[in-house]
């Protein structure tokens, strides 16, 4: 009986295990052309981007079934035979994603990369080329006429072809307003400390970025257009654990630096598949029998 009993628990300890290391992925499009809550409305209200990029969609990648590893954000460039469609390419550079997990119109994360960081072996700032994630606890609102007059984002204002459909989008978070560690002197001795401590924003760590794809890069589809994709990695600081929210539909969002397109869409935490509720069920209830067997038989 005991030898039937541990392989039972082995059997579900495998089945346990394969579906915690499963990796579920959750699409998401582009349906909507403009922010929530953005207060004044761009003359073209109807046309998704100016130029390029078109942000298309993409997808979201979940271990265990429920802890976010990974981003993925779609692109087009329809002016890809263009002379100007590959100019432009080339200077653009990846924004900020935003995650609202409460639907509560406030990003509890921000995905974004400060423009400088300390180095604390040169005692210096310097360029900084990595993207850090920031738990910012509702500290940044979006769904309110004041959303982008709040001093917390960064707005870019420039008008494409004599309109300004993408004028007034946020096209950043600001630095100024995020935890940074730096070190300043002191009679004579640099002090550790840390700027904005006490925002109630916190620095999660810093997440992987594969990169913008530069024109050359890009896959082609026909002479005029051509696609690619960029990833933002959090598996390695553990990614972002949803397991109360399973099921559930949250808010994410990104723009670019040059806010010529932007992405706000509704997604869903996954599930756990029924198969596999099913066997971890049937596994579960198995052990029990057998053990209250055993318990009998003595």
Known sequence: MKLILSALLAILSITVGAAGAQASVVNFGDSVNVWSGLKKTPELANQDQNGVPDLTGGSMTYSAGHTLTSITLNYTNHYANQSWGQSSWNSLEAGDWYIDVDNNNAWDYVIHRPDQVWDFDKNKWVDNTAYHLYQTNDKILYGTSTAYENGKFAQYEAYYGNTDNRDWHPSTVKDSILPYEYEKKVKGKYVYTTENANSGILDLGVVGFDGWDSFSELDRLSKSTAVGSSTW????????????????????AYTMTCANDVLFEHTRVPTPEPGTMLLMGLGILGVGYLRKRSRSSR
């Open 233 to 252: 990695d959090l598996s390695g600081i553990g990614g972002i654990d949803f397991l109360s929210l399973m099921g559930k539909e949250i808010v994410i």
